[in-house]
């Protein structure tokens, strides 16, 4: 069992930052790879991020490269998402969820992970 805690949501203006932390209670998160993705009120769950359980390999939205980096501490259980030049369109309910042996298209389906957090809000103004 993996329990999952979104923190770091809040306002900030159009070219801030903020970093997302996704902590994990469970011995076994290590083995779980993790994938950020955000919900507009309105639109689909959308998939922003993943990260690998070692943290060695990572797979990135479209819309958000070069903007923001996932990365990991599993001595901590924790996951991050670090995200700068922040535009309107990124404000959206931030979700993280755990997920294993994802590959290719699979990070992008919701319904293959097993664990969600309960999400965090963010908001940009323009």
Known sequence: QVQL???GGGLVQAG???RLSCAASGRTFSLYGVGWFRQAPGKEREFVEGISWSGGST???DSVK???TISRDN???TVYLQMNSLKPEDTAVYYCA???GAYGNIWYQPARYEYWGQGTQVTVSS
């Open 98 to 100: 755990a997920i294993r």
């Open 5 to 7: 805690v979104e923190s």
């Open 66 to 68: 070069g903007r923001f």
């Open 75 to 77: 001595a901590k259980n």
């Open 16 to 18: 801030g930052s903020l």
């Open 59 to 61: 797979i990135q939205a």
